[in-house]
């Protein structure tokens, strides 16, 4: 470009718009009303498909666009703003912020005593149901956000209020110098949600299944109110909820394990929510794929991990250098899995077009970049017609680069939002350019630069051998003035001077101080640096590995036909232990006998060795990202929700043979949470961890715990084993009326039920009642022989029974009631003494109700024992004389039986799962290592491969963390430098 | 009949059948006379094994070790043959609490920690309970001697080595005050979030104040010359003549390093390392100053996510490995499981150590770290007969059965409540059905 078109530019900077006017506002004077008609010619013009149409002309007016095309041809009611050489894209959208909408005041904190009252108004009950707040009436102007925001390309956001469960409704707003009344574009554009409990005084719910389980509940509770005319009570929440219903639904997430559990919740009420999520979506894009979600993602990367200590680099975690290194590569990922998305600035702020760059760099197509930040954010919020796309009729919102948007060197120069020009770089690079300088009778070639932002300019002389020269130089556009030193001479050489079509003219003062006639005349564009072309380099740094943690992998092992020869067999069937073969097809046992035939299925010499079913732990909390609810009845929540298949103890758990487990809820409560049980799939998704045919079962506990004894200040309901009674009884004689009151309506003939309000549906009594059907087990937490009776009486009275005491550290003293009751025990082999309840724990506790006929089974509660559970069964041996076969049934076949899984899994028989552990030594021995753990015949973990997955996990350290050491010492930041903190482990 | 419960229960069942309930066994009487055991796989506890070993003790004292093929005069001997039965030294369990404390949630039941950051004066043993019910459970799987000792704050106070059977602390003492124990600070702390249910890393911001408070007290310390009277410095003076051991409860590699160095500074005479979890990467700082570790980790996770999964259990081996004396401890696993003492040897030897070697670092290294090895520890002539008699290999649970046990030469009884209840159960239930 030549510098003959400057001068119109600069025109235009000057300009100011009033913005059109708010009919409804008394003026403080004369009516002034304006058209605003601007016509912006000579752009490049982004087009959805990606192609640029060159020399385009944009004709706006009253904030609007009235056409895009080619024609040269403005009419004469529009002031033309030449804005030749420049990119033009639609003005950006942020879908994610929380501009103008100040925050809740954090609560006083009152001790340690529970607070259960809700708020004061006519709203929810939980105050974490905030589904009537407006962003819209809370909005105001905040200049700084404001500025920050349209700085970085933005000419419209969503603003919510991120707090909350169910968080309200947001307002869509754009960033020009309107009033509120005029930026709020639509003052409830979406409604918003979380699994996060946010700012509230309220203890309740203390976890995020609480808060999966508090919005299915508010979803019931909103359709039964809905069915009621008149209302049963005032819930303006619940009013909000209905009203909102039909807007789009986003529902922010942390991570894409809930991610996947949001979804989950949406398929169940019939809501595809849009998910905002972190920045490790890729880590499963596959999943996120699945939920036929469209994501709102933010661009804020890991800092990188502080590695120049080599002894505290010890603590970074795997999958934090991991994800470091990878982050950059999310929306990348997403987009080639087929994912559609928003990209937001949220949490990324002033790093947002650096770490945008980098995506891009990393391989994020730029038409998919553009299109996150205007058509699909527009469609997200059914704003296409008036955001987003350059069209005829939406607001005139546009934005003006100096170049391709995602080109390293690319500056952001104008923001236009509704006709109203925001100037975001001053500096005037259209005069960039190769020069002839003469001055006097010398003459020069000048080069002027404006790299960064800054004008830089240089010359060379014409005469042979003289050196480039930096020139001192000043620039506006009015006025130049420059001074440059020649080698040799002593003296500068100062000129002034002003603008001409194609450079500048004017006067100075030579070395000597004598006057000087001087011209600057333009010749032709800077050679365009080379290496500003940043290549794309399509391969991955290293791969996504699953789980995405140290010891995962590439490629999950896959199911193998085999036959393990010659092992000692602990069959726990009626054969016993023997040294035989066992042949696996299709992940199942298919023969047990000597010189079975295997065709080619591969053979496994396991001479020497011992070969058991895998360790089933009947309790344990690993893989979960939380684990207690604290209501006192929470058997609404489900562990399944938290489910967490990245956890380390997964992989430590089959380093130990186990192969299965029950995920507990905690113990906070008389009455938990549902469990989750799962097989030791590691490097498989969440929901593929849970043992599909596995019964329900829920979690109850007794005592200490329930009784909140280690806090003096509780005041929940109850805070003795009286109240614990009382409130079993209660709960299930309100899920009895519960039931009833079901069975009466749905006994109603069609015409009758038309005419009649169906009961609310509660999550507490269904789960409760499905107890009372049998239709769900429970696993009750329990320590003393009052209560352990207690419980089982209760049960009786309600006519089903305790399936299994977990603890029951006194069970021997009242295993016979329990054997007459038909409930099992699953207990600790020695654990005693670390609070008054377990005082008169024994060890031979096991063996004792083992003997009074109890199906007893030994369990860890422990990530670190349940690694052992082949040693704790064998202290049985010790402790009560426990033969080796029984004492092995005790974390086998015992908690197979206990969990109704036995027809499938805990002893070696054909047609049974292939969830095999190969030993190094006598299975009940201290010394006995396992070498091989299969689930359904995969070998998911090996002794052999273990060794290859460490060497990995330490060549992959490494590696990383020299990156991170290059990039610290001025070498490219790989992943780009964003404020979040590398996030910590569990 | 069942073969787990010791052989001489005859004076436990009297107290089944009395109305009494919960209380501990009668400390033994002394060695009444010169007994002779036979027909034993000795475990001598430094590594070596003696088939058909014949052990003979008088007066609480070995008078002779060896096999049968020795010529052993058992005249005047009560011989108890043991037909190939398993004999080892009491082991020994340092850093305990035991004693302290009996029911860890229940405050007035803990004499644990005193107030306030410097305690060098206090003395464990004097609160050591010997009616404590946590103890015969800890004999029951042949822990004969335990270091007790006081946490909390920075110095904590003097431990004393206790024989686990007496009247009272002052018949249990093997060696009373026997070292000084030092916490040092931690650079960062890692603590659950009982709100996020997360573990977080923080920085402790006192770490440099809490090291000048080392070095003041130190510095005094080490100058001091009996005026005035300062009861904590007075305490300290054995670190800096020998008498006293300085246990350095550290286990983070930095944290080693300082501590180490700290003691070093003001003439400490001997260190031990306690905890030690990342001992191994200062292996020649500890090497070069002849610095014992008790490791405690054994049955502990992997300190980070991404260390082998077998990395607790392999360390013992490593860290012999890199030449150092090592002993194992239960100090990070809750007293009440400290009674597995054994196991985690046991778990130590199926990764990497061999099995008798895995048996010393609870018996002989333990012994000479603590500074009792003169008594304690391996079974050799002219050390305390404390020993027992287990059927079969005891750092395995599937076969340890302690049988007979003897601390300095007198038979103590193995029976305690948990035996007791168990006794009075497989009764309840080993009764025909009633109606």
């Known amino acids: 470009m030549s510098p003959t078109r400057i001068s119109l530019l600069l025109i235009g900077t000057l300009l100011t718009f009033a913005g059109s006017a708010q009919e409804t506002v008394t003026p403080n004077g004369i009516e002034d009303v304006r058209l605003n008609a601007i016509a912006i010619t000579g752009v490049t013009l982004y087009q959805p498909d990606g192609q640029y149409l060159e020399n385009a002309v944009v004709l706006m007016r009253e904030g609007r666009i009235v056409s895009i095309s080619d024609n040269p041809a403005v009419p004469d009611d529009y002031f033309v703003v030449d804005l030749a050489g420049r990119y033009l894209y639609p003005g950006l959208i942020d879908a994610y912020t929380e501009y103008g909408i100040p925050a809740i005041e954090p609560p006083v904190t009152t001790g340690n005593a529970e607070r259960l009252d809700g708020p004061q108004q006519a709203l929810n009950t939980k105050e974490t149901i905030r589904a009537h707040f407006r962003a819209s009436l809370e909005f105001a102007h905040d200049e700084e956000t404001r500025k920050n925001l349209r700085d970085l390309g933005f000419s419209t956001v969503l603003s919510l209020r991120a707090d909350g469960i169910a968080r309200g409704t947001s307002a869509l707003v754009t960033l020009g110098d309107e009033s509120a009344n005029e930026s709020v574009l639509v003052p409830d554009v979406a409604a918003h949600f979380s699994f996060s409990r946010g700012t509230t005084h309220q203890s309740l719910p203390s976890s995020p299944m609480g808060a999966v389980a508090l919005l299915r509940q508010t979803y019931l509770d909103a359709q039964w109110f809905a069915q009621q005319n008149p209302r049963p009570f005032t819930d303006e929440s619940l009013e909000a909820l209905l009203r909102t219903g039909s807007l789009p639904q986003i529902m922010e997430v942390e991570t894409w394990q809930q991610a996947l559990t949001a979804d989950r919740v949406g398929d169940e009420f019939l809501t595809q929510y849009i998910l905002k999520v972190g920045n490790d979506a890729y880590q499963q894009a596959q999943l996120i794929e699945d939920t036929d979600a469209v994501l709102i993602v933010p661009v804020n990367f890991p800092a990188a991990p502080e590695v120049s200590d080599a002894l505290d680099a010890d603590e970074l975690s795997f999958a934090d250098l991991k994800h470091w290194e990878l982050a950059a590569y999310n929306l990348r990922l997403l987009n080639e899995q087929g994912v559609e998305f928003a990209i937001t600035s949220h949490g990324a702020g002033k790093d947002f077009w650096k770490n945008m ?175 500003a072309v940043a290549e794309i380099d399509m391969t991955l740094p290293a791969p996504v590995l699953h789980p995405f943690e140290a010891f995962g992998r590439e490629t999950i092992p896959v199911s193998q036909d085999m036959v393990i020869r ?111 049980i799962i097989k030791m799939k590691w490097g498989m998704a969440p929901e593929a961890l849970l043992i599909e045919d596995a019964p329900p079962f829920i979690k109850f506990a007794l005592g200490e715990n329930v009784k909140r004894s280690t806090n003096p200040a509780s005041i929940r309901y109850p805070q003795t084993r009286m109240g614990v009674e009382q409130v079993f009884v209660d709960a299930f004689s309100q899920a009895r009326e519960y039931g009833r009151r079901w069975d009466d309506y749905n006994s109603l003939s069609a015409a009758a039920k038309r005419s009649t309000t169906p009961p609310r549906r509660d999550l507490v009594n269904e789960t409760m009642l499905e107890i009372l059907n049998k239709e769900r087990y429970v696993t009750s937490h329990s320590y003393v022989q009052s209560e352990i009776n207690m419980l089982m009486t209760v049960a009786e009275s309600f006519d089903f029974n305790i399936n299994t005491f977990t603890h029951i550290l006194e069970g021997y003293k009242v295993a016979d009631k329990m054997a007459e009751h038909g409930a099992g025990g699953s207990t600790f082999a020695d654990w005693w003494g670390y609070k008054w309840e377990v005082r008169y724990a024994i060890p031979y506790n096991a063996a004792l109700m083992h003997q009074a006929g109890v199906v007893v089974a030994i369990n860890s509660d422990d990530a670190e024992m349940s690694r052992r559970l082949n040693q704790e069964a064998a202290k049985i041996i010790k402790y009560g004389d426990l033969s080796e076969i029984d004492a092995l049934k005790l974390v086998t076949l015992n908690p197979a039986i206990l969990l109704h899984l036995d027809h499938r899994m805990g002893s070696i028989r054909e047609g049974k799962d292939a969830d095999l552990v190969l030993w190094s030594d006598h299975p009940l021995s201290v010394y006995a290592v396992p070498e091989t753990t299969w689930i359904e015949g995969v070998p998911y973990y090996d002794r052999q491969s273990d060794q290859s997955l460490r060497e990995m996990v330490g060549v992959e350290r490494a590696r990383i963390m020299a990156k991170i050491a290059a990039a610290d010492s001025g070498g490219n930041d790989n992943s780009g430098n964003g404020e979040e903190e590398p996030a910590h482990e569990e | 009949m069942k073969n787990n419960l010791p052989g001489i229960l005859v004076g436990s069942l009297i107290f089944f059948c009395a109305p009494g309930f919960a209380i501990v066994p009668v400390p033994a009487p002394e060695q009444s006379e010169p007994i002779a055991i036979t027909g034993a796989i000795i475990h001598v506890g430094n590594g070596a094994v003696i088939g058909d070993g014949i052990i003979t003790f008088d007066d609480g004292v070995i008078t002779a070790v060896g096999s049968a093929m020795d010529a052993i005069d058992l005249s005047g001997h009560r011989v108890i043959d043991l037909q190939g039965q398993h004999v080892y030294p009491g082991f020994v369990l340092p850093n305990t609490t035991l004693g302290l404390v009996e029911v860890e949630n229940i405050r007035s039941t803990q004499d644990i920690i005193e107030e306030g950051d410097i305690n060098a004066s206090v003395r464990a043993a004097i ?258 007969a404390t020993l027992f008699v287990s059927i079969g290999d005891a750092l395995d649970m599937r076969t340890s059965q302690v049988q007979q046990a003897f601390i300095q030469g007198r038979q103590i009884d193995l029976y305690g409540t948990q035996q007791e209840l168990y006794e009075r159960f497989d009764e309840k239930y080993s009764q025909p059905e009633r109606d």
């Open chain 1, 566 to 676: 010659n092992a000692t067999v602990w069959t726990n069937e009626d054969a016993g232990t023997l040294i035989t073969d066992v042949l696996v097809r299709d992940g199942r046992i298919a023969a047990v006998g000597t010189g079975l035939r295997a065709g080619d299925a591969l053979e496994i010499d396991a001479t020497g060795k011992h070969l058991t079913p895998g360790i089933i732990d009947e309790h344990s909390h690993i893989a979960l990202t939380s684990i207690n609810e604290s209501a006192t009845n929470s058997s609404m929540v489900r562990m399944r929700d938290v489910l967490d298949s990245e956890d380390v103890n997964i992989y430590r758990n089959l380093a130990g043979g186990v192969t299965a487990a029950q995920l507990l809820h905690g113990s906070a409560n008389p009455i938990g949470g549902q469990s989750a």
């Open chain 1, 357 to 531: 760059r980098a995506a891009v760099a990393k391989g994020l197509p730029e038409q998919v970049a553009v299109d996150a930040l205007t058509r699909i954010p527009a469609q997200l919020l059914n704003m296409e017609n008036r955001i987003g796309q350059l069209q005829s009729g939406a607001l005139a919102n546009l934005l003006i680069s100096s170049g391709p948007l995602f080109a390293e060197d690319t500056r952001l120069l104008e923001n236009w939002i509704r006709g109203e020009r925001f100037v975001l770089d001053a500096s005037i690079d259209g005069r960039s350019g190769q020069y002839q300088l003469v001055v006097g009778s010398d003459n020069y070639n000048f080069e002027l630069d404006f790299d960064k932002g800054k004008v830089k300019a240089s010359l060379v002389s014409t005469e042979e051998g003289v050196d480039e020269i930096d020139v001192t130089l000043e620039l506006t556009e009015d006025l130049i003035s420059f001074s440059f030193a020649e080698p040799d001479i002593d003296g500068l050489v100062r000129l002034n001077g002003w603008p001409l079509d194609a450079g500048w003219q004017g006067t100075g003062l030579d070395q000597s101080g004598a006057p000087v006639a001087w011209q600057l005349t333009y010749v032709q564009p800077l050679v365009p640096d080379a290496a």
């Open chain 2, 127 to 384: 609160a050591y309970n010997t009616d404590s019910e946590l103890i015969p459970t800890l004999r029951f799987n042949g822990i004969l001697t335990a270091q007790i000792t006081p946490q909390g704050g920075l110095v904590t106070g003097l431990s004393s080595v206790m024989k686990l059977d007496g009247w009272n602390w002052e018949d249990t003492m093997l060696v009373a005050d026997d070292a000084m124990h030092l916490n040092w600070p931690t650079l960062r702390s890692r603590d659950f979030n009982e709100e996020t249910e997360q573990f977080e890393t923080t920085d402790n911001e006192e770490y440099a104040g809490q090291v000048q408070v080392l070095n003041s007290l130190f510095q005094n310390a080490s100058t001091y010359n009996g005026a005035p009277i300062n009861l904590n410095l007075l305490a300290m003076q054995g670190l800096f003549n020998g008498m006293v051991r300085l246990y350095l409860h550290a286990n983070d590699a930095k944290e080693i390093i300082a501590g180490v160095q700290f003691a070093r500074r003001y003439g400490v005479r001997q260190i031990v390392l306690v905890g030690g979890r990342e001992a191994l990467q200062v292996k020649d700082l500890l090497l070069a100053n002849s610095i014992p570790v008790i490791y405690e980790g054994v049955h502990a996770l992997p300190e980070q996510e991404w260390h082998d999964v077998d990395a607790s259990f392999r360390m013992p081996f490593l860290l012999h490995e890199a030449g150092l004396k090592v002993g194992i401890g239960g100090g990070a696993t809750e007293l009440q499981s400290q009674r597995n003492l054994p196991f985690f040897a046991g778990t130590a030897a199926a990764y990497g150590l061999d099995r008798e070697t895995a048996l010393s670092l609870i018996t002989r290294n333990n012994a000479e770290i603590l500074g009792v090895a003169d008594r304690v520890g391996t079974i050799e002539t002219g050390k305390d």
